[in-house]
């Protein structure tokens, strides 16, 4: 029993030093360890790993949390994870298990996310699978995710790696739907450039193009990135479909209007998206600005219901107009805007109701215009003439009213730009 005990205390020591040589890097140790006390070189370890870059779990798994805390690793994951170069070339000249995943990563994984290109090159020339993938399904090409993810990406194409695979989960995305919604331009057109497909559709059938939209709004700052813009008109001119729908009949331009991002939307809609087409419930992209005016304190609403009404979209059926102003009495140079798309419209009791005393002591002289201008008496003869003209060119007046040569004061009446009072 003695002896026993002995020879496990020995081992747990080996171990214990085996570990500390490959956090330390000391691989002179780790090559003694090796060739003289023969430990297996695919030992594996119970190590910490707080932000889960050693371990990847399937989906929809739950999971005791004390779990989430620690990873197993074998030694060629810890190199990676820490950048030892040299000890990573130890363990691969003993023959360690290259695509070992003892925690659902193999170290190319676990390389492409800390975008070590080095381990990266030195794993892929010693066999690594460049489409080998974790146990939540993600390839290594699904992990570059970041700006300094660029080199990694390129010596996984180089190396072989499927431009075009898809994860092995419920979403089904492509690395064009990854970076496309992490905002990396760069690597939108190296992936495009070595073969990546525009239009692919993720699991919820959307787009890149769909996808980079919906993740142009930074929902906890409520700010636009700039990034996502330049993905969609890089998109755009790759000849991405503009009218792409969802499983839920979504195209990108909904959720453009859904994060009121009016400087995308006047991409969409010069790029040729439409601008009435609905949902699987029947709204289009003017309703869903309506929807989310009063959350988006970053946005400019008044521009775009301007855009989608200067390019045709329906307008509020005049009975349900109340809505507008339930919606958008906050933001009166919206409300002036649809209203003034109208060539009259009548008050009802209803509008006044839908205003908050608070609200309409503030912008007191705009709401009391909008009243009088929407009583029985016709509108001014000016804003009917706006109408005649706008429903003479209906959609093409954006694109025929540079031939008019007028002034832009009255070329931005036509256009609906809001003045802070209605007549």
């Known amino acids: 029993m003695g002896e026993t005990v002995t020879r496990a205390g020995a ?98 994984h676990i390389a492409c996310e800390v975008t070590n290109l080095d381990c990266v090159k ?4 010693h066999g690594a699978k460049t489409n080998c993938y974790s146990l939540s399904g993600l390839a290594p090409l699904h992990y570059c995710t970041t700006k300094l993810s660029m080199p990694c990406a390129q010596q996984l194409i180089w190396k072989g790696a499927d431009v075009n695979i898809r994860t092995n989960n419920q979403d089904e995305e492509t690395p064009l739907h990854t970076v496309a919604r992490c905002g990396i331009p760069e690597m939108v057109a190296f992936y495009v450039e070595h073969g990546a497909l525009v239009d692919c559709v993720n699991a919820h059938r959307e787009t890149p193009l769909a996808v980079a939209a919906y993740w142009a ?45 009016h400087v995308l939307l006047d991409m969409l809609l010069e790029a040729g998206a439409e601008a009435n087409l609905m949902d699987d419930n029947g709204c289009g992209p003017l309703q869903y600005v309506l929807k989310v005016t009063g959350v988006r304190p970053s946005a400019q609403p008044h521009l775009c219901f301007q855009l989608l009404l200067n390019h045709g979209a329906a307008r509020i059926y005049p009975p349900q107009f109340h809505k507008v102003l339930q919606a958008c009495c906050a933001y009166p140079r919206a409300v002036e805007v649809i209203v003034n798309s109208y060539e009259h419209i009548k008050a009802t009791t209803k509008w006044r109701a839908a205003i908050p005393e608070d609200v309409f002591q503030m912008h007191k002289d705009f709401y009391e215009s909008l009243f009088e201008a929407c009583a029985n008496t016709p509108r001014s003869l000016k804003h009917l003439a706006r109408c005649a003209i706008r429903m003479r060119f209906f959609r093409r007046y954006r694109k025929v009213s540079p031939l008019f040569f007028i002034p832009v004061t009255l070329n931005n009446y036509l256009l609906l730009q809001p003045e802070g009072i209605i007549y």
């Open 217 to 261: 709004l930074n929902g906890r700052e409520q700010t636009y990135s700039t990034d996502h813009h330049l993905i969609c008109r890089m998109l755009l001119d790759y000849n991405a479909d503009v009218n792409s729908r969802d499983e839920d009949f979504r195209t990108p331009i909904h959720k453009a209007a859904w994060n009121c991002d």
């Open 122 to 125: 030195i794993l892929c020339s």
């Open 11 to 108: 081992a747990k020591l080996l171990k214990k030093a085996f570990l500390e040589a490959l956090q330390s890097n000391d691989y002179k140790t780790l090559e003694e360890l090796l060739t003289e006390k023969q430990i297996d070189v695919d030992t594996v370890f119970e190590v910490e790993d707080e932000n889960l870059l050693l371990a990847s779990y399937k989906q929809g798994y739950w999971l005791p949390s004390y779990k989430m805390q620690h990873s197993w690793a074998t030694g060629l994951h810890l190199s990676v994870l820490y950048g030892h170069l040299e000890s990573l070339r130890v363990l691969l000249k003993h023959k360690a298990t290259i695509n070992c995943r003892p925690n659902g990563k193999a170290p190319i």
